[in-house]
């Protein structure tokens, strides 16, 4: 397992378990894997650390690699399932017990407890004891006819390790302070400190970039790196993601699985700028990055050493900024699945009628955040069914004029021989100076009716898209309209 590094090829790994989703901070670190391993032509190696054969599920390592494909991430090797190398792990124990750098310990938790206590009492600091360092070859054949299953721990030699981390600089332990830490538990299974050490060293991974989390166990694995005759990585710890109250990103600040961004309705490329800047500035914040551009520029010397924070509004704003300066053509292809989902999506829209469909995006898409909010301001121009606001409708639709005036706009449209923007302003300003009322009366209520919001962008543009035909269906539906506020009532 010992590998030359001396070609100066660039090897990273980004290892998720699969306990549960791939969330913000876990895809920091494949991004930054990833744009270290391309910007340096390397390999960005995926290893899937499933050891924890309890909670680990098959979905779970599934929705992690679709989470990485959203975003844009491709891999060079893998994915590795640490759950098919368990073999691996366990005679790369053994050996180190036969070189003497690691040894059997038949001690319970329930023994090591009644120590640790005992020792606590005492107002000493415990760590592990080495109570079975030197056991007798005898007493641990008793042990073993006893039914007692033994551990691997490893004996921690004396001296300081240190290493040079590429984001926080020179860091130095001494080992008295760290206990012989296990390696292969009472059940054959392998710690987290042996099965990650074993995989760097298989798949010769030169760079190894995460979270500053992992600190505390690099020394150890660099002990372990050492006593394998392996080259030691080269480690770069990312800072904490923090939540707006400066507090480490939890649940508790919403939720933080990347594919709930993607149901959202963010774009990818806007998640991966927003994702890669915390903690990592390409140049400008106001400008978008292609990936190839951040591929570029990336380099570990900028990543900062202070923690970043989540902010929800700078990502809206990248996406925002995103669905207005995408192609037309770019942002129809994005927003297919999310017209599909509501029933709005027709071949026809992009055959006969995309010239038409790119004119409802581009005079709609300024007011959008998300793709959802985007697929929701096109519906009504697409579909026949429109749906109410409640505070809309009792805000704007319920004064008493409105049951002539509306009547009488509507067969002042319905005159119209070429419905235009421009002709029908005219229109509906000459009706509310012949019935001496203010024009925004009559466009507020008719917005409501035709797009079921009290917001829009330019209601006679918007008129125009929509269609006489709709617009006319729509006026008259004045009495459906209102009926929505009796159902909030009732309910």
């Not at 744009?35 to 929705?63: C, K, N, P, Q």
């Amino acid at each position: 397992m010992i590998h030359d590094f001396t070609s100066g090829i660039v090897r990273v790994r980004f290892a998720p378990s699969p306990t549960g989703h791939l969330h913000v901070g876990a895809l920091r670190t494949a991004l930054f894997n990833w744009l270290f391993a391309r910007h340096h032509e390397g390999a960005f190696v995926l290893r899937i650390e499933d050891t924890d054969v309890v909670r680990s599920s098959e979905e779970m390592s599934r929705t992690i690699l679709e989470a990485l494909r959203w975003v844009g991430l491709d891999w060079d090797e893998g994915p590795v399932y640490q759950s098919q190398r368990f073999e691996l792990y366990r005679e790369a124990a053994r050996v180190l017990v036969d070189k003497g750098l690691a040894y059997y310990c038949f001690c319970t938790p329930e023994e090591i407890e009644k120590r640790r206590q005992e020792t606590q009492a005492r107002g000493e600091h415990w760590k592990y004891d080495r109570h079975c360092l030197n056991l007798p070859e005898k007493t641990k054949k008793e042990l073993k006819e006893q039914g007692r299953r033994a551990a691997i721990r490893f004996l921690v030699p004396d001296g300081l390790t240190e290493f040079n981390d590429l984001i926080h600089g020179q860091i130095k332990v001494e080992n008295r302070n760290l206990e012989d830490f296990v390696l292969l538990r009472g059940d054959s299974f392998p710690t987290y400190h042996l099965s990650v050490v074993v995989d760097d060293i298989d798949t010769k991974i030169t760079y190894v970039i995460r979270g500053d989390d992992h600190i505390s166990n690099t020394p150890k694995q660099i002990l372990l790196y050492q006593a394998f005759g392996a080259p030691v990585p080269r480690f770069a710890h990312l800072p904490l993601i923090l939540g707006p109250d400066r507090k480490k990103l939890s649940k508790r600040h919403g939720d933080t699985s990347v594919l709930s961004f993607r149901d959202k309705g963010y774009l990818p490329l806007a998640f991966f700028n927003f994702i890669a800047q915390l903690s990592w500035s390409p140049g400008s914040e106001e400008k978008i990055y292609t990936i190839e551009e951040m591929v570029q520029k990336f380099s570990l010397d900028r990543v900062s050493k202070g923690s970043p924070v989540f902010d929800l509004k700078k990502l809206e704003w990248l996406n925002s900024r995103l669905i207005n300066e995408m192609p037309v053509g770019e942002l129809i292809v994005d927003l297919r699945p999310w017209l599909k989902k509501y029933g709005l999506w027709s071949e026809e829209l992009v055959k006969s009628q995309k010239g038409w469909l790119e004119k409802v995006i581009n005079l709609v898409r300024s007011r959008s955040r998300t793709l959802m909010d985007l697929s929701e301001m096109i519906a009504p121009f697409i579909s026949d069914q429109v749906d109410y606001e409640p505070g809309a409708v009792e805000k704007y639709l319920l004064k008493p004029e409105l049951d002539w005036l509306l009547p009488a706009l509507r067969k002042d449209f319905q005159a119209l021989e070429k419905f235009e923007a421009q002709e029908i302003e005219k229109i509906l300003r000459d009706r509310a100076e012949q019935a001496g009322v203010k024009a925004a009366v009559l466009i507020h209520a008719l917005r409501v009716l035709v797009v079921g919001r009290a917001v829009s962008p330019g209601l006679f543009e918007v008129l125009e898209l929509i269609g006489k035909e709709k617009v006319l269906a729509r006026i008259a539906k004045l009495s459906e309209a209102r009926k929505v506020i009796n159902k909030t009532e009732e309910g």
